[in-house]
């Protein structure tokens, strides 16, 4: 994965290992729909975090809501980020599902890679991976001593730091130490003057890996993370001011007081690899504790009238444990293994001057959800050119609650969040994949995903609507990845359709009793997905380098009615645009003295996509853009440092990622993606 550094190297498409299917694999290999970017590709692309992804990586949308991050991959998604809901996308870092969406917003860096899998992962990755998974693999450990250091300045006053440090401790261990360090101004402005404004960053992560070969077949990685946010937090702007306004003033609003944000989380784990006689054996353990807290506005500010705010004080712990054996026996390639989950919340959320309650407060105490799966695949080779694939998982999920909403402080009205649901459900997945030529493979799989269902505010006596069901999808997908050119020119195409049953829905609703807007998920009927998608790359020349992309996504609705006079049969489902286009070029300048500088331009449309809300039955519509990036990079013939300018979203377009319904008084509103940014990045190796 390290950079191409011979002329030779630049000019070809080079290999790439990756561990998409629990095992290492040639990415031209694996028949599945996959997007590789690695580290270094990254850093040119300027990407930061995992909403960098959606300008990287066809029929993918990812996005911020309230401190969750969002992931939409071919219009599967869920935008029920509290403690009960569950992603459409599993968010894994080296191995290890981050339940929490607000885990997934953490920043990039020293990344080995990143791998992006389009398509339900029941089988590998179990429950929540109905729309597919991401993978953040970083960098381990090598026997040697290195280092890295890099400053970035910007506009909205961006100072960003990361550094990174290996050491070779001994002949056994070798230690890996990372830090980042971002800060910038928000990104939407109040008319208050306010010290910070909101969709800013103020942001710390540190990683620390220690990896122990105690012999050529018996290894343990132990690692070790910490990250905090603070600032103002991610804000939203009145819908009327999105779309009647333009420029700068769609990012002006006048919220009822400065927001206060503290995130912080923390975790642990263990990797052990023991090579046996009858295959590579893994135990992988995590514990991981996140706290979100803080206030934020609710509505605009209004003369005379109490502020409305939120105060969030919210802990969730989960714990998980896997267990996996790859084994290869002549022409059989196997992976069986079990896997365990817990995670534990306590919520104590409340809104401040709520009309007419004064404090409205959700105490939940505790939020419990377990799983339990087993799961094996198996994989025959028939001939050298053509292979055959099964596999099953079995999963058990539990959720429960305990809590309580509650009216005035001093309290004058309690009702009771008390639930419980079960599940257990089999996923699957066949497969064959066939060489038509040496750098030619076409594949097809059949697979299905599983999403767990969950419940609603209320009990079994005050809420008819308590329990919503599990999600599924079924999945048709044939693809083709090929070399061509003397491995110049690689494309990577594929066709799918997709089976979408029970979708779940979140939608604000009004409790009868409170008239405050929470949060109610409900099974849509039916939904069909179909496309396809074309990702390629062509090195020209060992200087010039295209990367292409291309979609076509028809997502909607075959019977749903949000409500019981009207249809949305027909209607496409959210984050969904019919097209895509993405384009970008390379261009490295050798210069005399051995110095290269690199020209790097890319851009991407976007044809329109709708947000739904539900409860009101109302689409929203995210008009057609084009969003374009581009970046200059020197280094002198040493490599010891670099230099990068950068700017991003050069047409500073502003785009609508989320959108929530107002309620009990207070406007409907939009969030935001990132304006343009421009800076200079400053890097120097060791």
Aim: glycine share 10%; net charge neutral; proline share 3%.
């Amino acid at each position: 994965m390290a950079q191409a550094t011979t002329a030779e190297e630049r000019g070809t498409i080079q290999e790439v290992l990756v561990t998409a299917q629990r095992v290492a694999t040639s990415a031209s290999k694996t028949p599945v729909s996959l997007s590789v970017l690695s580290g270094d590709e990254l850093k040119a692309a300027g990407a930061i975090d995992a909403s960098s992804l959606t300008q990287l990586v066809p029929n993918v949308q990812i996005s911020n809501n309230g401190g969750a991050t969002v992931i939409s991959i071919r219009g599967v998604s869920s935008s029920d980020n509290t403690e009960k809901g569950d992603p459409s996308a599993a968010f894994n870092v080296d191995g290890v599902y981050y339940a929490r969406p607000q885990s997934a917003g953490l920043a990039f860096y020293d990344l080995e890679r990143i791998e992006v899998l389009r398509g339900p992962q029941g089988t590998l990755y179990g429950r929540n991976a109905t729309a597919g998974a991401i993978n953040l693999i970083t960098n381990k450990p090598v026997d040697h001593f290195e280092g890295s250091a890099a400053v970035e300045l910007g506009n909205y006053h961006n100072v960003k730091f990361d550094g990174m440090v290996n050491a070779k401790v001994n002949d056994i261990l070798a230690l890996r130490a990372a830090v980042s360090r971002s800060k910038h101004d928000g990104y939407l402005r109040s008319t208050q003057g306010f010290a910070h404004d909101y969709d800013d960053d103020d942001s710390l992560a540190g990683r620390l890996h220690g990896l122990f070969k105690f012999s050529p077949n018996v290894s343990l990685l132990l690692t070790a993370d910490t990250s905090k946010r603070k600032g103002a937090g991610p804000g939203t702007v009145p819908y009327e001011t999105f779309i009647q306004k333009t420029g700068d003033a769609q990012r002006t609003a006048t919220p009822s007081l400065q927001g206060n944000y503290d995130n912080r989380a923390h975790g642990t784990s263990a990797e052990l690899k023991i090579n046996t006689g009858i295959g590579e054996l893994t135990y992988q353990a995590a514990h991981r504790n996140s706290f979100v807290g803080g206030n934020a506005a609710v509505g605009q500010y209004a003369p005379g009238v109490a502020s409305t705010y939120t105060v969030a004080d919210a802990n969730s712990m989960q714990t998980s444990h896997e267990l996996r054996l790859a084994s290869s026996f002549g022409a059989w390639k196997t992976i069986a293994g079990l896997y365990w989950f817990y995670e534990e919340s306590f919520i104590d959320s409340r809104f401040k001057n709520f009309p007419g309650v004064g404090d409205l407060i959700f105490r939940l105490n505790p939020t419990i959800a377990r799983s339990k799966a087993a799961f094996g695949e198996v994989t025959y080779s028939v001939t050298p050119k053509l292979n055959v694939s099964a596999g099953l998982r079995r999963t058990f999920d539990t959720k429960t609650r305990n809590g309580y909403t509650i009216l005035g402080e001093p309290e004058f009205y309690r009702s009771a969040n008390i639930a419980r649901v079960s599940y257990a459900q089999t996923t699957g997945r066949v497969g064959a994949d066939y060489s038509l030529a040496k750098n030619t493979m076409l594949y097809a799989t059949l697979a299905t995903g599983y999403k767990a269902g969950g419940f609603n505010d209320g009990s079994e006596s005050s809420n008819p609507f308590l329990k919503y069901d599990p999600e599924h999808l079924t999945s048709i997908e044939i693809g083709i990845k090929s070399r061509f050119l003397d491995n110049h020119l690689q494309i990577n195409a594929d066709v799918f359709r997709y089976a979408y049953k029970d979708l779940q829905l979140t939608a604000v609703a009004i409790d009868p009793v409170t008239h405050a807007g929470a949060s109610q998920t409900l099974n849509a009927a039916k939904a069909s997905v179909s496309g396809a998608e074309i990702e390629g790359k062509y090195v020209i020349s060992s200087d010039d380098r295209i990367n292409f992309s291309a979609t076509y996504l028809d997502a909607y609705y075959k019977s749903y009615m949000p409500n019981a006079t009207v249809s949305w049969a027909g209607r496409r489902l959210d984050k969904s645009p019919r097209f895509t286009l993405g384009l970008g070029y390379s261009h490295s300048f050798q210069i005399e003295n051995g110095a290269t500088l690199n020209a790097t331009v890319g851009t991407r449309y976007s044809a329109a996509y709708v947000i739904g809300d539900p409860g009101n039955a109302l689409q929203f519509t995210q008009g057609a853009y084009h969003m374009s990036d581009a970046s200059l990079a020197y280094a002198p013939a040493s490599g010891t440092w670099s230099v990068q300018a950068y700017v991003r979203n050069i047409e500073n377009k502003t785009i609508m990622t989320s959108y929530a319904a107002s309620f009990s008084g207070f406007p409907a509103t939009a969030g935001l993606g990132t304006p343009r940014t421009a800076g200079l990045r400053l890097s120097a190796y060791f």
